[in-house]
T-cell receptor
Framework: GQSLEQPSEVTAVEGAIVQINCTYQ??????LSWYQQHDGGAPTFLSY????GLEETGRFSSFLSRSDSYGYLLLQELQMKDSASYFC??????????FGAGTQVVVTP | GAVVSQHPSWVICKSGTSVKIECRSL??????MFWYRQFPKQSLMLMAT?????????EQGVEKDKFLINHASLTLSTLTVTSAHPEDSSFYIC???????????FGDGTRLSIL
């Protein structure tokens, strides 16, 4: 079957570093995306990895290993506003997105 | 680039009403748009793929006569929830991408509440 696994919740203090892992099993693979969603809002695109390696965008970085069917999102210098749900999503083909269940990140003072 | 606009943001209406939600790609042409539904504390579930100039492709378990999709132009797709009932209350979100296998960008979503 097709599945994406990511932790349900992560709690960390301001200024800390959080890594959200995502493992996937899909029938096709074109890339791994990460989205942030605050309560009541729509998902916001964070990053996309089509090739192996690390992509850095400011405080957020995303990594992909296609051979391991694994990726992660790294949140550095955590801020209170980073409290949100984070979804990994695979593009298996045909333009579709398949989402993980989401990781609730809770940032504490 | 890749801005997607969705309207309306909120809808509250009586049971039995049909509700139309619009999704527009503002700065690019999208031959394909996607419609998702999200219940509280859950992930996004793909409902259907909207194809410009042709019929939408619905995911398993989604009633095509209940959720009518029209993609009449390269920048506009509409989702009509027909004869809505309280169980249709949800957060509906559309998305589009520049290319089939590129990241999708989402509209702001429509929160639908059926009384």
């Amino acid at each position: 079957g097709q599945s994406l696994e990511q932790p349900s919740e992560v709690t960390a203090v301001e200024g800390a570093i959080v890594q959200i892992n995502c493992t996937y099993q899909t029938s096709g693979f074109y890339g791994l995306s990460w989205y942030q969603q605050h309560d009541g809002g729509a998902p916001t695109f964070l990053s996309y990895n089509a090739l192996d390696g690390l992509e850095e965008t400011g405080r957020f970085s995303s990594f992909l290993s296609r051979s391991d069917s694994y990726g992660y999102l790294l949140l550095q210098e955590l801020q209170m506003k980073d409290s949100a749900s984070y979804f990994c999503a695979v593009i298996p083909g045909w333009g579709k997105l398949q989402f993980g269940a989401g990781t609730q990140v809770v940032v504490t003072p | 680039g890749a801005v997607v606009s969705q309207h309306p943001s909120w809808v509250i209406c009586k049971s039995g009403t049909s509700v139309k939600i619009e999704c527009r790609s503002l700065d690019f042409q999208a031959t394909t748009m996607f419609w998702y539904r999200q219940f509280p504390k859950q992930s996004l579930m793909l409902m259907a793929t909207s194809n410009e100039g042709s019929k939408a492709t619905y995911e398993q378990g989604v009633e095509k006569d209940k959720f009518l999709i029209n993609h009449a132009s390269l920048t506009l797709s509409t989702l009509t929830v027909t004869s809505a009932h309280p169980e249709d209350s949800s957060f509906y979100i559309c998305s589009a991408s520049l290319d089939d296998n590129q990241p999708q960008h989402f509209g702001d979503g429509t929160r639908l509440s059926i009384l």
